[in-house]
């Protein structure tokens, strides 16, 4: 009885052992995503992209021989859930090397706490106060462990409004155009609200009073009626696609003649779908060089990251997809470089970004446009590619058939190469 209770103490003992050392071959990840909360209709793909790249990752061997162990939450859109995940994530025996996050408001939220526990965040917010890492612009806290791969909400809003000027100049119209910020009173349409405003009256547009509707679909006539009795000739749709849709179908019944400009979030392919002819011309930022099955040599990657989640290859995946996997990648190189150098600690990790100018992930070229963050500067690019939606028809059926018959388009229109003003760090 004594031997066999040595052996069962040493057998246990082996199996702790054993235990303890798989865990320390796996580099433990975060992952924040929304996938039935306020922003699931674009947070979906998104964080399908996510949990598909980082399997494509393992699949193919990992981080230097190690797994990413991958910790996936849905958090609803909620602030409060994604803190608890965050105390959770960032407890000392449990201390994830790095975050894949989303929200805006839930990202700032966290900004302190991920500075103060060296924990880089990745996230689907693209909010100016979070490019600032020394809060030297006096406009926003210090955010030494915040990334995001493309132009900020910012950026965006004012390469949007610098292509508004010249359409305005080339279709010949008297006066000044006039100018309506549009979206939910929450910190992710606001973001860039001041920065935009500012820039449209530098444009010389007149700005309007801003115009509120929430996040989630709805009746939104009144607001249209608004629009049109304002005048208003060009309006930023600053919410995601869902309730953007409501607003651009009402405005259309009401027969409201207005360029509207999306947030990156505001348009997609699923979205003209939805939308129909009511999203015809709408211009909006794309993160990537390309959309699903562009040319280009990165593609056949993406191709092969979706069918970890579609092993038929059939489904369409759309601009955030895309978006989502060249971001994962960026953090997997960052990951890679660090437990090269010292171990895959969050402090490393955040180092990794620095290493590389001009920055395309491995086997990525001509999907993700190439980036650069430093230790001064988050603002990864500041190159914004607009396109516009162009409706063709109906829209009903399956959208890969949509898409291959032109039924709907996305149209290149400009690329804003905007200047890297140290002012505009942070806002």
Known sequence: MKRKSLLSTASLALAIAAFASGAQAQIAIGHLADYSGGTSDVGTPYGQAVADTFAWVNKNGGVGGKQLNVDTNDYGYQVPRA????????????KVAAIMGWGTADTEALTGFLAQDKIPDMSGSYAAALTDPEGISGKAKPAPYNFFYGPSYSDSLRAMLMWAAEDWKAKGKPGKPKFVHMGANHPYPNAPKAAGEAM????????????????????????????????????????????NISVMKACKTAG???????????????????????????????????SWGGDAPGMKTVMEISKMSDPTGKVYRPVHYIAAVCSALYMKEAIDW???????????????????KDWVPAAMEGVCNPST????????????????????????????DLMAKGAIKLEKVKTVELPRKPELLGW
């Not at 430093?374 to 190159?383: F, M, V, W, Y």
């Open 200 to 243: 449209a009256q530098e444009l010389g547009f007149e700005v309007l009073p801003p115009l509120v509707f929430a996040l989630a679909p709805g009746d939104y006539s009144a607001q249209c009626l608004s629009l049109k009795s304002s005048g208003a000739n060009y309006a930023y749709l600053g919410n995601t696609a869902a309730s």
């Open 83 to 94: 803190i608890a995940l965050y105390k959770k994530w960032s407890a000392p025996d449990s």
């Open 373 to 400: 963050w430093t230790d001064k500067d988050h603002r990864g690019t500041l190159k914004v590619d607009l396109y516009r939606t162009k409706i063709a028809g109906a829209t009903d059926g399956d959208l890969n």
């Open 256 to 290: 409201v003649d207005i360029q509207f400009m999306g947030n990156v979030w505001g348009m997609d392919e699923n979205a003209a779908k939805t939308a129909g002819d009511a999203a015809d011309g709408v211009i909006f930022p794309l993160r990537t060089a390309v």
């Open 338 to 356: 660090a437990a090269k150098n010292g171990g895959a600690t969050g402090e490393n990790v955040a180092k990794g970004f620095y290493q590389k």
